[in-house]
DNA sequence: TTGTAAGCGTTATCAA
DNA sequence: TTGATAACGCTTACAA
């Protein structure tokens, strides 16, 4: 069976004995067409459920009014409040989102820009730092403006909104220790960049505290289950620990449901601490202490940024901070 | 600034003095091409990050290789393993998706949907069952094959995936009697339709044991802390409460953590069941009770209907009910 | 207010 | 193995 033949502009101006044009216009330009031809052309549209052919007009127009966008994940509501900060930009400014995942996956990223690209998207919004050449080598052939958001790498493609996740950790972890940890771990899951990041901070805070960094690590995605398994683990490896630093609220709050269940109190016995703060950090009991990242806010500035230097007036300034802060939460 | 002129076939020839037909010819029957211009082609698409302007083929071809995928959330682990099992028999399949996020309102899925249908996608996947009529229209227009995914509506739009919500929770909720319930509540969020047929799963399951349905619902988003807050709101309004249906796991995990702050001990004193049996409620101690949905089959058999309809080998079934298990959780 | 003509970058078809 | 030509459905620029 094939795809039935679909309505085209002359179509309806066929069936109204006018020419296409003046259906392209009542689109574009409805106030230039006669009161009565829009009306009829309105009604047509309405009844047949008419629904404009996009291909042609990327082909002859250079701006097609499209942004694409890669988010690792789609289970993970950090990138769902990214996304929902990027749409409250664009949707009014006219612009579509192309959305595509990549699975945290650099291949996949590559094959999702090229899919983005053969689309003639008019900007990128990227989640990620690490890039295959090839992906590289089709953003710069393609010219078109790019966001990395989430982190501030040293040399962004083009523009970066984010924040610092070394020295958010670094600023956490050391007020774990302030507030009297002295054995804290790091529990990680497989890794992205962020949570390399995440690490270096962790070390370095334990490092100028003095104290010995030790990690456990999951080459798994990271989850609430993994969460309780790194916890054990953790307990299994080492003596005296006294807080874990966890990559995000995932692993920390199963690693609370380990210790809960294990009979050891936080945050009496056992600080945790994660990353995001997610609304099930702020449900649970005792309640998550964990780093908020701004993470709508990047999304909205991403967007503002890419918006603008699509339309020419880019910013001379090209990575921006947004900062973090954190939950009061009673897990510490 | 404007977009870069993009590199075209005609570019690629140019430089290598053929026309743009053997490079053409290049990416779709490679082996057609000479050994010799077939490397030479490749080291310039290589050199140059060259992606292929996908609008010609929109235009020029009936079937685009391209289906749509419209779900309500991007945050929901439900959809995120409902796209994952499309994916995996979209890609080998040589299909690309294009997804897009509708917040659980038929407004924006029209929006979408006609997004979608610009790019003249070979067919959709659908996550809701209640859609405007506009959308309707443009479907119907289209022509194209379509798959409700997630129900089994009365009378589909075209195809049918999922399980019988309803009955799912009509058992599970009889099995809360029979376990020794009498005064069971619904918790509910902002509701959309899989959310109604579980209440009236509910519903019909209290009558035929006896007993009087009680709901309470937020017009929020369902999340941990709303689920929280329903548990909170049920022990104030009804008195005897010994369980808890919840219409997802977020609710049920936040109506566990209320309970344990409260000490009210689940399950002794209090049965709490969930729906979707996400990875987090095997985290929690005790593991909740929840109803399994099988997204990710339902995800595969969506996109193997979908496949077959394009290619034009229809089914003559129409609906395909997925069935349901339940966790072996704890916390009933 | 409406229409005409040319062109966008690819692919199908046929020819060399 | 490669090339020439027409066609896809719309928009731009200009004309009526």
Redesign the interface.
Known sequence: ???????TLQDIADELGITKMTVSRYFREPERVAKATRERIAKIV???????????S??SK??TNTIGVV?P?????V???L?EGIESITQPAGF?I????SGYDARVEERKV??L????V?GLILCETSHTS?T?????????PVVEAMELPESPLDMAVGMDHQRASYDTVSEMVRRGCRHVIYLAARLDNRTRLRQKGYEQAMWDAGLTPSSVATPFHS???Q??ALMRQALNNYNKIDGVFCTND?LA??AM?YC??KGIRVPYDMAVVGFNAL??G????PRLTSVVTPREQIGIKSAELLLA??S?S?DTQRTFDLGYSLTEGKSW
């Open positions: 069976m094939n795809k039935k033949k679909s309505l309405e009844n047949q459920g008419f629904v404009q052919n996009r291909a042609p990327l082909m250079a701006i988010i994940s789609l289970s993970n509501q990138f769902a409040s996304v579509d192309l959305l595509a995942h090229a899919m690209l053969s689309y003639r008019d090839k590289i080598n089709m953003i710069k052939q393609s010219g078109i989850s609430f289950t969460g309780q995932d709050i199963g449901q809960l269940e609304d099930i702020q449900a649970m009991k230097a699509i020419g880019r």
